[in-house]
């Protein structure tokens, strides 16, 4: 990239070049400042312990579906795909609506990673959203652990891989149905829509539903990391587990990138690069060039600092419960 370099002797260059370093180190340690500002207030550890109890509810009453009473006789029936996927389509219905004002009702890894993807949530607030994911999942399959019979517990819910299929092929089934799980997430509560009706929660517990339905067979349908973390831990059966954190996360990732990027981009992006970018005669797009380094890296700084300023973290649509920073 072409620059334009005022004369200058060697020392003033140097002068200048450990200005421009220690500014950069300055503006780095704000930009850390601020990512943790958000952590020590009551309203975002009221979210946290939210996520916490969501997903202990979720987890202890959607697994509890799979628990299979009649396993005690000479025939088992085979367990009821049906009961199995409208119980956690429903209970994430039911925990998003309740939970969706408090915490944004992530209850999911995945999810979780996909907002911080679209600069919806900070990665400094969506760790202790995954810690907090986890171990409320912990939560909920010991509590299933130690009021169900010993005879009757069985895997306890613990995904599997099916026999006849190949770990690859569990791995693409995961990321697809994660796909269409987190897709449905950024489409129900896009606050750009003006043509949105009905349950969002509601929706996204029929996303749930429908992945189930059609992935019980293949994987145990997990589409959410810490719902396989937590019987997993109980049980301490981790039998490719792997397949139940990298399916689902590559899943949401792909699915927030697509929405947010490709088929439905926020505007506000735009203008924003329009203040760092610009197009050249020959269409391409080059970084806006500065005399002094300096007054360049400000003006960038600036323009992500001040947005993150005035943005209160918690004042958020369902979707962007807690603003990037």
């Not at 944004?104 to 990665?123: C, D, E, F, Q, W």
């Not at 539903?209 to 293949?218: C, M, R, V």
Request: charged fraction near 20%; include cysteine; glycine fraction near 8%.
């Amino acid at each position: 990239m072409n620059r334009k370099i005022p004369n200058t002797t060697g020392t003033e260059r140097d002068r200048s070049h450990h200005r421009i370093r220690r500014f950069l180190y300055w503006s780095k340690c704000q930009s850390i400042m601020v990512a943790f500002k958000g952590i020590w207030t009551k309203k975002f550890w009221r979210a946290v312990s939210g996520e916490y109890l969501a997903t202990f509810i979720f987890v202890l009453l959607s697994l509890g579906s799979t628990v299979n009473w009649a396993a005690e006789k000479e025939k088992p029936p085979p367990a009821d795909l049906v009961l199995i996927s409208l119980c956690f389509g429903l209970s994430i219905a039911t925990m998003v609506q309740c939970f969706g004002h408090i915490s944004g009702g992530h209850i999911n890894p995945a999810v979780t990673a996909a907002m911080v993807i679209t600069r919806k949530l900070s990665l400094a607030k969506a760790l202790f959203y995954v810690m907090a994911q986890c171990l409320g999942a912990i939560s909920g399959a010991g509590i299933l652990y130690l009021v169900t019979p010993a005879a009757l517990r069985g895997a306890l819910g613990v995904t599997m891989v099916n026999s006849k299929i190949s770990v690859g092929h569990a791995l693409l089934v995961e990321l697809f149905i994660t796909f269409e799980l987190v897709f449905t997430i950024f489409a129900t509560c896009d606050p750009k829509r003006k043509d949105l009706g009905g349950s969002a929660s509601l929706a996204i517990g029929f996303a749930v539903a429908i992945g189930h339905l059609f992935a019980i067979p293949y994987t145990g349908a997990s589409m959410n990391p810490a719902r396989s973390f937590g019987p997993a831990m109980v049980t301490l059966n981790f039998e490719n587990h792997w397949v139940y954190w990298l399916g689902p996360i590559l899943g949401g990732l792909l699915a927030a990138g697509a929405y947010e990027y490709l088929y439905c981009p926020d505007t506000e992006i735009k203008k924003r690069l329009k203040q760092v970018f610009k197009r050249d005669q020959s269409g391409r797009y080059k970084e806006v060039e500065y005399e002094d380094p300096v007054m360049k890296a400000s003006s960038i700084h600036h323009i992500d600092l001040e947005k993150a300023e005035k943005k209160d973290p918690f004042q958020e649509s369902p979707g962007e419960v807690l603003s990037s920073v």
